[in-house]
C-alpha cells in the first residue's frame, strides 16, 4: 500500500536526510520525501503505524507526519470532535513555522502562548484566524504569513526567515537574530523600502556627532585643550545623547530584546558593551569618588563616550550596507508582477469591451491586439500572431501561433491580433506559477548566518560568565571595598569585551571588496554569496544570453538564381518595416555591407509565415517554407536539401523569393559568445561541474553543448524543470549555482545556493540573483570565485582582529594583574585595544584593492 503523508518540521536538505534516513530504515518500509511539497510518500506491504514512525522521528529533530485532510481513510473524525488529542503539538501563532514539540503544557518561546494539538491547525486555518489578528508583544505590531496577495504588500519580513513566513506591519527587527526586516514591494510601485533612507539619515546624524566626540576624547592624548576635564566630559556626554537615543537607539532595542528572548546574537553584545561603557562612564563624571583610585590614569578617570558613539556608528553604517543590498531582494517578484497586464478585452454578445484582469474567468473569449501582454493562459480561436515567449523557453526568436495553438500569460503578441480562450487564470496561469516559484525558492533558501552572529553566540554567553565569575570572586576575596571593586571589574569586563571594530569588520571588507568587484563587471548583493561562491562544485547555466549573445544573427547566405549582395538587398529592403528578431539581424547585416534597401511600394506582414512586398512589377518575399506554399511557389529539392541540413545544425532558415522564383536562402544562429569555451574549460579545471539546461530544441542544446565540451545537458527545460534539477542536485548534497539572463531562470536562480545573472538579462533575473555579471560574460563567474576566497579570507581576519586585542584584555579587566601589580583595568589599555583593533581592520580590508582578478 502507497500513502502520502505530510511532513511536519522539515525545512531544509539536512532536515529531509534525515527524515528520510529513519523511514527508509524502518524494515518494510520505503520513502520518498518531496522537500519541496513538504510530503512523504511511504510504501509498505502492511499497515502503517503514524504513531510509531512518529516516536522514531521525534528521536532525530522535531519532525512528524501528518495525513493530509483529502487522504484520511472514510471513519475520519473532524479535529473538533476528537476526544484524545495526538502528542504533536504547535504554536497557534505558527511563530517559528511548523515547528512541533512533542511535550503537552509547554510554551512557545517566542510568544509564550500554550502550545496546541496538531490537530487544531486545519481547523484554525479554516476558521480564519490563522495570523491574521495576532498582536506581537508590547509593540501592538500585526503580522500575517507571506504571500505575492495584495494585502500583504507593503507587509516586512526577515530576510533570514528566522520565524518561516511571518510578516509585520513595521520594520521592528527580527526578534530572533535582530537584523532589519525586508519589505514585500507593490505591485503598482506606489511604495518602495525606505529603510536604507532612513539607516542613512540616522548614520550621517551620528557620524556629525561621534566625530566631536572622538577628537575631544582622542585628541586628548597628544593635544591640552586648555580646558578641565570635566568639563569636556559634560561635552563628550551632551554629543553622545543624540547617537544613542536617536540614531542609535534601535540597535539598542534589538540588543535588549535578544536577552528577553535569549537569541543571542551582534547585537546582545552591542547592547551590553555600549550600555556598561555609558553607565560607567556617567558613573566616572558625576561621582568619581564611588570608584577605586587604582582605575585613574594621571590622576583622572577615564570616560568612554567616544567609545559608545564609534560603536553605535560603525554598527549603524553595517546596517546601512547590509539595508542597500536587501534594498532590491523584493525585485524579482515585483518585475514578474508587472508583467502582467492589468486589463483585458472581453469578447461578449459580439462586442468588446475593456474587463480588469481579475474579472476574467476560465472560459471567456479575449481579444489580444498587437503588442499587448496576453492576459491568462489558453489557446488561440481566430487568428495568428508571433508572440515573444523568452521569459518561459528564454529563446530570442518569437514562436508562430496559429489556431488552437497555446499562449501563456505575460508573453509580448507581436504583429498579429487574435481571439482566444481563457483556460487557466489567476493563480493558475504560468506566469503566477513562475511567481509562486520564485517566491518558494526564496523562503526554501537558509542563508548562511552572519559571521559575527556565530561568534557571538559563544562570545556573549562567555563574557557574561567571566562578567559574573568576577564579581563572585571580588566580592568574596576583594577585602574592605569588595561590593565596589566587584561592580567595578564586572563592569570593565563588558566594556572592554565589547569591539568597537565589530560592527566594522565586516561591511569594510564588503566595501572594499564590492568596489574591487564592481571595476570587474561584478556586482555583489551580499556575504552569503560570497562564502557559498567558493564552496560550488555544480554550475547550471542557460544557453541563450549566458553561453550564447542571445540575439540571433546572419551566419550564411546561400544564393543560387541571384548574387548574394542582391539577396541581402531584397530581404533587407522587406525587413525595414518589421520588427521581428531575424528582420533586425538582417538589417544589421545590410548596414555593416553598406547595401541600400530600396523602398516597397507595398508590404504585407503574413503572421506566422514571413513577410510580402512589391516593387516594380514583382512580389518579393521573405519567409518560411510555409510562406512559399501559401504563394504557390515550388521548391526544389536542392534548395529543400539545404535547409534541412541547416536545421539539423539548430538554425534557422528563411527563404528569398521573386515572383515565382526562389533566389536562395539566408540561415540564422544564435554566435555562442568568444569567452565562454574559456570559461567553461577554466571552471571544469577547477572541479566543478557544468550543466546546461535550455528551453531551445534538442538539436541546437546538443550542437552548443558539443561545441563548448559541456558533457550534461538537457533542452526544452521550462523554468519548473530548472528549478527542480537544482532541487535534485542539492538534495544530493551538490552546492549548486546557476548563471542564467531570462525571466525564465528566476526561480532557478532564486533556487539555487548562488544565483549568478547576466546583467545583459532581465530584470527579474537579476533581481532573483546574489551576483550580477554586468558585462554578461560568464568569464567573469571565474573572477568572482576568485575574489570569493580573497574577500571570504579577508573577512575572518577582520573578525580576529575585531576580537583579540579585545579579547586578551578581558583578563586584565578581571584583575588578574591586581594581586601582583596592582593594577586593575588600564584606560590607556582599553582605548589603544578599541582604536587598534579597529584601524588592524581597516588597513587588512583595504589590502582587497590589490586583488588581480
Same mark, same amino acid.
Given at each position: 500500500?502507497?500513502?502520502?503523508?505530510?511532513?511536519?518540521?522539515?525545512?531544509?536538505?539536512?532536515?529531509?536526510?534525515?527524515?528520510?534516513?529513519?523511514?527508509?530504515?524502518?524494515?518494510?518500509?520505503?520513502?520518498?520525501?518531496?522537500?519541496?511539497?513538504?510530503?512523504?510518500?511511504?510504501?509498505?506491504?502492511?499497515?502503517?503505524?503514524?504513531?510509531?514512525?512518529?516516536?522514531?522521528?521525534?528521536?532525530?529533530? !522535531?519532525?512528524?507526519?501528518?495525513?493530509?485532510?483529502?487522504?484520511?481513510? *472514510?471513519?475520519?473524525?473532524?479535529?473538533?470532535?476528537?476526544?484524545?488529542?495526538?502528542?504533536?503539538?504547535?504554536?497557534?501563532?505558527?511563530?517559528?513555522?511548523?515547528?512541533?514539540?512533542?511535550?503537552?503544557?509547554?510554551?512557545?518561546? /517566542?510568544?509564550?502562548?500554550?502550545?496546541?494539538?496538531?490537530?487544531?491547525?486545519?481547523?484554525?486555518?479554516?476558521?480564519?484566524?490563522?495570523?491574521?489578528?495576532?498582536?506581537?508583544?508590547?509593540?501592538?505590531?500585526?503580522?500575517?504569513?507571506?504571500?505575492?496577495?495584495? $494585502?500583504?504588500?507593503?507587509?516586512?519580513?526577515?530576510?533570514?526567515?528566522?520565524?518561516? #513566513?511571518?510578516?509585520?506591519?513595521?520594520?521592528?527587527?527580527?526578534?530572533?537574530?535582530?537584523?532589519?526586516?525586508?519589505?514585500?514591494?507593490?505591485?503598482?510601485?506606489?511604495?518602495?523600502?525606505?529603510?536604507?533612507?532612513?539607516?542613512?539619515?540616522?548614520?550621517?546624524?551620528?557620524?556629525?556627532?561621534?566625530?566631536?566626540?572622538?577628537?575631544?576624547?582622542?585628541?586628548?592624548?597628544?593635544?591640552?585643550?586648555?580646558?578641565?576635564?570635566?568639563?569636556?566630559?559634560?561635552?563628550?556626554?551632551?554629543?553622545?545623547?543624540?547617537?544613542?537615543?536617536?540614531?542609535?537607539?534601535?540597535?539598542?532595542?534589538?540588543?535588549?530584546?535578544?536577552?528577553?528572548?535569549?537569541?543571542?546574537? @551582534?547585537?546582545?553584545?552591542?547592547?551590553?558593551?555600549?550600555?556598561?561603557?555609558?553607565?560607567? +562612564?556617567?558613573?566616572?563624571?558625576?561621582?568619581?569618588?564611588?570608584?577605586?583610585?587604582?582605575?585613574?590614569?594621571?590622576?583622572?578617570?577615564?570616560?568612554?563616550?567616544?567609545?559608545?558613539?564609534?560603536?553605535?556608528?560603525?554598527?549603524?553604517?553595517?546596517?546601512?550596507? $547590509?539595508?542597500?543590498?536587501?534594498?532590491?531582494?523584493?525585485?524579482?517578484?515585483?518585475?514578474?508582477?508587472?508583467?502582467?497586464?492589468?486589463? *483585458?478585452?472581453?469578447?461578449?454578445?459580439?462586442?468588446?469591451?475593456?474587463?480588469?484582469?481579475?474579472?476574467?474567468?476560465?472560459?471567456?473569449?479575449?481579444?489580444?491586439? &498587437?503588442?499587448?501582454?496576453?492576459?491568462? #493562459?489558453?489557446?488561440?480561436?481566430?487568428?495568428?500572431?508571433?508572440? !515573444?515567449?523568452?521569459?518561459?523557453?528564454?529563446?530570442?526568436?518569437?514562436?508562430?501561433?496559429?489556431?488552437?495553438?497555446?499562449?501563456?500569460?505575460?508573453?509580448?503578441?507581436?504583429?498579429? +491580433?487574435?481571439?482566444?480562450?481563457?483556460?487557466?487564470?489567476?493563480?493558475?496561469?504560468?506566469?503566477?506559477?513562475?511567481?509562486?516559484?520564485?517566491?518558494?525558492?526564496?523562503?526554501?533558501?537558509?542563508?548562511?548566518?552572519?559571521?559575527? #552572529?556565530?561568534?557571538?553566540?559563544?562570545?556573549?554567553?562567555?563574557?557574561? =560568565?567571566?562578567?559574573?565569575?568576577?564579581?563572585?570572586?571580588?566580592?568574596?576575596?576583594?577585602?574592605?571595598?569588595?561590593?565596589?571593586?566587584?561592580?567595578?571589574?564586572?563592569?570593565?569586563?563588558?566594556?572592554?569585551?565589547?569591539?568597537?571594530?565589530?560592527?566594522?569588520?565586516?561591511?569594510?571588507?564588503?566595501?572594499?571588496?564590492?568596489?574591487?568587484?564592481?571595476?570587474?563587471?561584478?556586482?555583489?548583493?551580499?556575504?552569503?554569496?560570497?562564502?557559498?561562491?567558493?564552496?560550488?562544485?555544480?554550475?547550471?547555466?542557460?544557453?541563450?544570453?549566458?553561453?550564447?549573445?542571445?540575439?540571433?544573427?546572419?551566419?550564411?547566405?546561400?544564393?543560387?538564381?541571384?548574387?548574394?549582395?542582391?539577396?541581402?538587398?531584397?530581404?533587407?529592403?522587406?525587413?525595414?518595416?518589421?520588427?521581428?528578431?531575424?528582420?533586425?539581424?538582417?538589417?544589421?547585416?545590410?548596414?555593416?555591407?553598406?547595401? @541600400? %534597401?530600396?523602398?516597397?511600394?507595398?508590404?504585407?506582414?503574413?503572421?506566422?509565415?514571413?513577410?510580402?512586398?512589391?516593387?516594380?512589377?514583382?512580389?518579393?518575399?521573405?519567409?518560411?517554407?510555409?510562406?512559399?506554399?501559401?504563394?504557390?511557389?515550388?521548391?526544389? #529539392?536542392?534548395?529543400?536539401?539545404?535547409?534541412? $541540413?541547416?536545421?539539423?545544425?539548430?538554425?534557422?532558415?528563411?527563404?528569398?523569393?521573386?515572383?515565382?522564383?526562389?533566389?536562395?536562402?539566408?540561415?540564422?544562429?544564435?554566435? /555562442?559568445?568568444?569567452?565562454?569555451?574559456?570559461?567553461?574549460?577554466?571552471?571544469?579545471?577547477?572541479?566543478?561541474?557544468?550543466?546546461?539546461?535550455?528551453? !531551445?530544441?534538442?538539436?541546437?542544446?546538443?550542437?552548443?553543448?558539443?561545441?563548448?565540451?559541456?558533457?550534461?545537458?538537457?533542452?526544452?527545460?521550462?523554468?519548473? !524543470?530548472?528549478?527542480?534539477?537544482?532541487?535534485?542536485?542539492?538534495?544530493?548534497?551538490?552546492?549548486?549555482? @546557476?548563471?542564467?539572463?531570462? /525571466?525564465?531562470?528566476?526561480?532557478?536562480?532564486?533556487? +539555487?545556493?548562488?544565483?549568478?545573472?547576466?546583467?545583459? =538579462?532581465?530584470?527579474?533575473?537579476?533581481?532573483?540573483?546574489?551576483?550580477?555579471?554586468?558585462?554578461?560574460?560568464?568569464?567573469?563567474?571565474?573572477?568572482?570565485?576568485?575574489?570569493?576566497?580573497?574577500?571570504?579570507?579577508?573577512?575572518?581576519?577582520?573578525?580576529?582582529?575585531?576580537?583579540?586585542?579585545?579579547?586578551?584584555?578581558?583578563?586584565?579587566?578581571?584583575?588578574?594583574?591586581?594581586?601582583?601589580?596592582?593594577?586593575?583595568?588600564?584606560?590607556?589599555?582599553? *582605548?589603544?585595544?578599541?582604536?587598534?583593533?579597529? &584601524?588592524? &581592520?581597516?588597513?587588512?580590508?583595504?589590502?582587497? %584593492?590589490?586583488?588581480?582578478?
Amino acid at each position: 500500500m502507497t500513502t502520502k503523508y505530510k511532513v511536519l518540521g522539515m525545512s531544509c536538505g539536512s532536515c529531509m536526510q534525515k527524515i528520510s534516513g529513519v523511514l527508509n530504515g524502518i524494515e518494510g518500509l520505503s520513502a520518498k520525501i518531496d522537500l519541496a511539497k513538504s510530503s512523504a510518500e511511504l510504501i509498505s506491504e502492511r499497515e502503517i503505524d503514524i504513531n510509531y514512525l512518529n516516536s522514531e522521528l521525534q528521536k532525530v529533530g !522535531d519532525y512528524a507526519l501528518q495525513a493530509f485532510e483529502d487522504e484520511q481513510p *472514510a471513519e475520519y473524525t473532524p479535529p473538533q470532535e476528537r476526544v484524545s488529542p495526538s502528542s504533536v503539538y504547535y504554536c497557534p501563532m505558527e511563530c517559528e513555522g511548523e515547528r512541533v514539540y512533542f511535550q503537552k503544557g509547554l510554551r512557545c518561546p /517566542i510568544c509564550n502562548m500554550y502550545l496546541v494539538p496538531i490537530e487544531e491547525q486545519e481547523a484554525n486555518r479554516a476558521k480564519g484566524v490563522h495570523l491574521q489578528h495576532h498582536t506581537m508583544g508590547k509593540e501592538g505590531h500585526h503580522h500575517q504569513n507571506i504571500s505575492t496577495e495584495r $494585502e500583504n504588500e507593503g507587509k516586512y519580513y526577515c530576510p533570514m526567515f528566522c520565524e518561516g #513566513d511571518k510578516v509585520y506591519n513595521d520594520n521592528v527587527g527580527c526578534p530572533v537574530c535582530g537584523m532589519d526586516l525586508v519589505m514585500i514591494p507593490y505591485k503598482d510601485g506606489r511604495k518602495t523600502d525606505t529603510t536604507y533612507q532612513k539607516l542613512k539619515k540616522k548614520f550621517l546624524i551620528s557620524l556629525g556627532f561621534t566625530l566631536p566626540v572622538f577628537i575631544l576624547s582622542m585628541g586628548g592624548m597628544w593635544i591640552s585643550w586648555g580646558l578641565p576635564k570635566e568639563v569636556i566630559g559634560y561635552v563628550e556626554l551632551l554629543f553622545s545623547l543624540p547617537v544613542i537615543f536617536y540614531s542609535g537607539w534601535f540597535l539598542i532595542k534589538r540588543g535588549f530584546n535578544s536577552f528577553q528572548t535569549w537569541n543571542l546574537n @551582534m547585537f546582545s553584545l552591542i547592547f551590553l558593551g555600549t550600555a556598561a561603557a555609558f553607565l560607567f +562612564s556617567i558613573v566616572a563624571l558625576f561621582a568619581p569618588q564611588l570608584l577605586p583610585h587604582e582605575l585613574m590614569h594621571d590622576g583622572e578617570l577615564s570616560l568612554y563616550f567616544e567609545s559608545v558613539c564609534v560603536i553605535l556608528t560603525l554598527v549603524i553604517m553595517g546596517q546601512m550596507l $547590509e539595508a542597500k543590498a536587501h534594498q532590491k531582494t523584493g525585485k524579482a517578484i515585483e518585475e514578474l508582477m508587472n508583467l502582467s497586464p492589468e486589463t *483585458a478585452n472581453l469578447i461578449r454578445e459580439g462586442k468588446e469591451e475593456k474587463i480588469p484582469l481579475s474579472e476574467v474567468k476560465t472560459g471567456d473569449i479575449l481579444r489580444v491586439k &498587437v503588442g499587448e501582454k496576453i492576459p491568462v #493562459d489558453g489557446k488561440i480561436l481566430e487568428g495568428s500572431s508571433s508572440v !515573444d515567449e523568452s521569459m518561459i523557453t528564454g529563446e530570442p526568436i518569437p514562436a508562430e501561433k496559429g489556431l488552437n495553438d497555446k499562449v501563456s500569460s505575460g508573453t509580448l503578441n507581436g504583429n498579429g +491580433s487574435f481571439l482566444m480562450l481563457a483556460e487557466k487564470v489567476g493563480s493558475d496561469t504560468l506566469l503566477a506559477q513562475i511567481i509562486n516559484l520564485v517566491n518558494e525558492a526564496s523562503r526554501s533558501k537558509a542563508p548562511i548566518q552572519k559571521l559575527a #552572529d556565530r561568534v557571538s553566540k559563544i562570545f556573549v554567553p562567555t563574557v557574561i =560568565g567571566i562578567s559574573v565569575l568576577t564579581f563572585a570572586l571580588w566580592y568574596l576575596f576583594g577585602g574592605e571595598n569588595r561590593l565596589i571593586y566587584a561592580l567595578v571589574n564586572a563592569v570593565a569586563v563588558l566594556i572592554v569585551a565589547c569591539p568597537c571594530a565589530l560592527g566594522l569588520a565586516t561591511p569594510m571588507s564588503l566595501t572594499v571588496g564590492i568596489g574591487k568587484g564592481a571595476k570587474n563587471g561584478i556586482l555583489i548583493k551580499n556575504a552569503e554569496a560570497l562564502e557559498q561562491m567558493n564552496k560550488i562544485n555544480v554550475l547550471i547555466t542557460d544557453k541563450t544570453g549566458t553561453l550564447t549573445e542571445g540575439k540571433p544573427s546572419i551566419d550564411g547566405i546561400f544564393a543560387i538564381n541571384s548574387s548574394q549582395e542582391e539577396l541581402l538587398s531584397i530581404a533587407g529592403a522587406l525587413s525595414q518595416n518589421s520588427e521581428h528578431p531575424l528582420s533586425q539581424a538582417i538589417l544589421k547585416a545590410t548596414r555593416e555591407k553598406g547595401l @541600400m %534597401n530600396f523602398k516597397l511600394s507595398s508590404f504585407e506582414n503574413i503572421s506566422g509565415k514571413g513577410v510580402s512586398g512589391i516593387s516594380g512589377d514583382h512580389r518579393l518575399l521573405l519567409g518560411n517554407e510555409a510562406l512559399l506554399k501559401h504563394f504557390s511557389i515550388p521548391v526544389s #529539392d536542392e534548395f529543400s536539401q539545404k535547409a534541412s $541540413e541547416l536545421q539539423s545544425q539548430a538554425k534557422t532558415v528563411s527563404f528569398v523569393a521573386r515572383g515565382n522564383e526562389v533566389l536562395g536562402l539566408i540561415s540564422f544562429s544564435d554566435k /555562442i559568445k568568444e569567452s565562454s569555451k574559456k570559461a567553461v574549460k577554466f571552471l571544469q579545471s577547477h572541479n566543478i561541474e557544468v550543466v546546461m539546461l535550455t528551453g !531551445d530544441h534538442q538539436q541546437t542544446a546538443r550542437a552548443v553543448a558539443e561545441e563548448l565540451g559541456i558533457k550534461n545537458y538537457k533542452a526544452s527545460c521550462l523554468p519548473a !524543470d530548472k528549478m527542480n534539477e537544482i532541487k535534485r542536485l542539492q538534495a544530493e548534497g551538490k552546492v549548486v549555482a @546557476m548563471a542564467g539572463d531570462g /525571466i525564465n531562470d528566476a526561480p532557478a536562480l532564486a533556487q +539555487s545556493d548562488i544565483g549568478i545573472a547576466m546583467g545583459t =538579462g532581465s530584470g527579474a533575473a537579476i533581481e532573483s540573483a546574489e551576483i550580477t555579471l554586468l558585462k554578461g560574460d560568464i568569464w567573469g563567474i571565474a573572477k568572482t570565485k576568485i575574489l570569493s576566497e580573497k574577500l571570504l579570507r579577508n573577512i575572518k581576519e577582520n573578525l580576529f582582529f575585531a576580537f583579540v586585542y579585545n579579547t586578551l584584555g578581558i583578563p586584565i579587566a578581571a584583575g588578574i594583574l591586581y594581586p601582583f601589580f596592582g593594577i586593575l583595568l588600564s584606560p590607556m589599555i582599553a *582605548a589603544a585595544a578599541m582604536s587598534f583593533s579597529s &584601524v588592524s &581592520v581597516i588597513l587588512n580590508s583595504l589590502r582587497l %584593492n590589490s586583488t588581480k582578478l
